[in-house]
């Protein structure tokens, strides 16, 4: 079964203000992640445990998973701006 990553508000805010194809791009990713749980992701540490982070070209993208499948967007960032 399908299901469709959840976005934050912050997340939202920061897709629509990017670059059209980037967001796009980043889109695309989330939703092959949510369908398939494949993807560039690794788990963080720290702080921010419990979270996860998806590597789409420059941009990192930070998401948790609340229930089993069920992607949960936290925020975008430039890969420079993230850490």
């Given at each position: 079964?399908?299901?469709?990553?959840?976005?934050?508000?912050?997340?939202?805010?920061?897709?629509?203000?990017?670059?059209r194809s980037d967001a796009?791009?980043?889109?695309?990713?989330?939703?092959a992640l949510a369908a398939t749980g494949r993807g560039d992701v690794k788990a963080l540490k720290g702080a921010m445990k419990g979270r996860?982070?998806?590597?789409?070209?420059?941009?990192?993208?930070?998401?948790?998973?609340d229930q089993p499948?069920?992607?949960v967007v936290t925020h975008v960032d430039n890969r420079g701006q993230a850490y």
């Open positions: 079964m399908k299901r469709l990553p959840l976005y934050k508000p912050a997340a939202q805010r920061e897709l629509n203000h990017m670059d796009e791009r980043i889109l695309g990713a989330l939703s996860y982070r998806l590597r789409v070209g420059k941009w990192r993208v930070f998401f948790s998973l499948g069920s992607v």
